[in-house]
């Protein structure tokens, strides 16, 4: 079965701009969440989509924004970027997340540097 | 609201040396713990994860964890690290039932650095 991919693997912005990440999880998983990994404040829960519907939000401003398509690819959004939000951006996925049993599995991460 | 507390941010240890990475949690309600090990410009990998039952759990790559409810710990074990073990590992809480959907609550890491 092949893994959670992520694209683009980096990307840099300057700050103003938004930026779109995308996630395909695994096969047959329907739920996506997304983290934020920094130094400063380690991995951090933005939020989580199934069946296209968000069910679960982290302490992010509202720049920060989600969506999930019928296929259970996932995308998030970043609007006017600014220097903090320069992270390494990781989804996972997993069949239902809702139990808090199921293993997350997670992408390889999207690195985002913003100028 | 639950929190987790790696102890140590790094850890060096000599090849075939056993190793220890500690974890304690706090939470109000029940979780479910794990251990995830990242490797450079990689995403997270689970090592182990506790639900329920023995309170000892084994992992791939020989890890093994122990929880202790009392202590409210969750602290990773390795009999004999080899230099391949250099990584980031991270351990994480999960709540209990479906108020918290997919969301995992991590520590800030600790570096294992395994040294020939």
């Known amino acids: 079965k092949a893994g959670v991919t992520q694209t683009p693997r980096y990307l840099i912005k300057t700050r103003g701009q938004q930026v779109t990440l995308s996630c395909s999880p695994i096969?047959?998983?329907?739920?996506v969440s997304w983290y934020q990994q920094t130094p400063g404040q380690g991995l951090q829960f933005l939020f989580e989509y199934f069946s296209e519907t968000q069910r679960n939000k982290g302490n992010f401003p509202g720049r920060f924004s989600g969506r999930q398509f019928s296929n259970s690819r996932s995308e998030m959004n970043v609007s006017t970027l600014e220097l903090g939000d320069s992270a390494l951006y990781l989804c996972?996925?997993?069949?239902?997340?809702?139990?808090?049993?199921?293993?997350?599995?997670f992408g390889p991460g999207t690195r985002l540097t913003v100028l | 609201a639950q929190s987790v507390t790696q102890l140590d941010s790094q850890v060096p240890v000599f090849e075939e040396a056993p190793v220890e990475l500690r974890c304690n949690y706090s939470s109000s309600v029940s979780v479910y713990l794990f251990w995830y090990v990242q490797y450079p410009n990689q995403g997270l990998q689970l090592l182990l994860k506790?639900?329920?039952?023995?309170?000892l759990v084994k992992g791939i790559n020989g890890f093994e964890a122990e929880f202790n409810k009392s202590q409210t710990s969750f602290h990773l074990r390795k009999p004999s690290v080899h230099i391949s073990d250099t990584a980031e590992y991270f351990c994480?809480?999960?709540?209990?039932?479906?108020?918290?959907?997919?969301?995992?609550?991590f520590g800030q890491g600790t570096t294992l650095q395994v040294k020939p």
């Open positions: 996972a996925s997993s069949f239902s997340g809702g139990s808090g049993t199921d293993t997350q599995y």
């Open positions: 994480a809480v999960s709540v209990v039932g479906s108020g918290n959907t997919g969301k995992l609550i």
């Open positions: 506790y639900l329920s039952g023995s309170t």
């Open positions: 096969s047959g998983h329907r739920s």
